[in-house]
């Protein structure tokens, strides 16, 4: 499996930015679709997920309101919408995909990775 993220930016606190990732290859390898992020210094960290059939969402607290994950089936791309940007949303975003059943868990549940994009949001 191969997971495309688009690229982030740079936004201004309260802003928002979306994010995608395309998924190609042994997709039907996998069930659900995360997003984590990383900032400097802090460890990676689950931020929301989703799974591709039924669309069963699941969002970390620090984001719960303010982000939204999607998908798109037909196209296999999954999407981070990002509204009410804050500072402490800076980081490096990734997608990943997993077998899990449901979307959550760690990074240790996620066997393939998209590259990284950084995402700052300046105050």
């Known amino acids: 499996v191969q997971l495309q993220a688009s690229r982030g930016g740079w936004v201004q606190a309260g802003g928002s930015l979306r994010l995608s990732c395309a998924a190609s290859?042994?997709?039907?390898?996998?069930?659900?679709v995360g997003w984590f992020r990383q900032a400097p210094g802090k460890e990676r960290e689950f931020v929301a997920g989703?799974?591709?059939?039924?669309?069963?969402?699941y969002y970390a607290d620090s984001v719960k309101g303010r982000f939204t994950v999607s998908r798109d089936g037909a196209k296999n791309t999954v999407y981070l919408q990002m509204n009410s940007l804050k500072p402490e949303d800076t980081a490096v975003y990734y997608c990943?995909?997993?077998?899990?059943?449901?979307?959550?868990?760690?990074?240790?549940?996620?066997?393939?990775w998209g590259q990284g994009t950084l995402v700052t949001v300046s105050s």
């Open positions: 990943a995909a997993s077998p899990l059943r449901n979307p959550g868990g760690t990074g240790l549940d996620y066997g393939y």
């Open positions: 989703i799974r591709w059939n039924g669309g069963n969402t």
């Open positions: 290859g042994r997709t039907f390898s996998t069930n659900v």
